[in-house]
């Protein structure tokens, strides 16, 4: 069944509509969300806030743009609002000191969490366009259109949020291979 055909059940309240659009979109929602998350229980979180939004909001879809865009955009939305809520949690939290964290085993997991934390810290404008950019493969213009910015816009957030992973990692990584200086 084609998806036009598709969001039309969907719009009239049809579940199987409704559940294939979930089966074949959820994977790629939630793969975006969980870059964008860091782990999987907010993702999850997010996932399903996307899903329960989209749902309610599919008699508003217009068509102007794909399905999947519209959808991602819904999931970007909400993954924006629990990153709010995520960093006003936060600020009530210590982080572990440095000397603690230093003695950490050097594993495959260890890197791709440091990877992740160095994510985090990017301010929230450019960890978006990089996840959406660099992780995802949307274009400027995609994103532009997500995120209500302008591509210009993305370009520059995508080149800043670049030169600030690679400042928040170079220190890490090079101490963790004895070098000074990391590219990434």
């Known amino acids: 069944m084609i998806e036009r055909e598709l969001l039309r059940r969907a719009r009239q309240g049809d579940n199987t509509a409704i ?17 964008l998350a860091g782990n999987d229980a907010e993702a999850e ?4 806030e996307s899903w329960v939004q989209a749902i309610r909001g599919l008699p508003t879809f ?10 991602h955009r819904i999931a970007v939305n909400c993954a924006l609002t629990g990153r709010r809520r995520w960093h006003r949690k936060e600020s009530h939290e210590a982080p572990l000191p440095e000397e603690m ?14 990877l ?3 994510l985090m810290q990017l301010p929230e404008g450019m960890h978006r366009v990089l996840v ?3 992780v995802e493969g949307y274009t400027h213009e995609e994103i532009g259109g997500m995120l209500g910015i302008a591509p ?4 520059s957030q995508l080149f800043k949020a670049r ?5 928040l990692l170079g220190s890490r990584a090079s101490a963790m291979r004895g070098e000074e200086t990391c590219v990434i």
Do not use: I, N
């Open 152 to 155: 210009g816009t993305c370009k």
């Open 101 to 114: 964290l230093a003695g950490a085993p050097r594993s495959g997991v260890v890197l791709a969490a440091r």
């Open 132 to 134: 959406l950019h660099d």
């Open 163 to 167: 030169a600030r992973m690679r400042e």
């Open 19 to 35: 559940a294939t659009l979930y089966r074949q979109h959820a994977p790629r929602v939630y793969t975006l969300l969980r870059r």
């Open 62 to 71: 217009r068509g102007d743009s794909g399905f999947a865009t519209w959808l």
């Open 116 to 118: 992740e934390g160095a």
């Open 45 to 48: 979180d997010w996932a399903q």
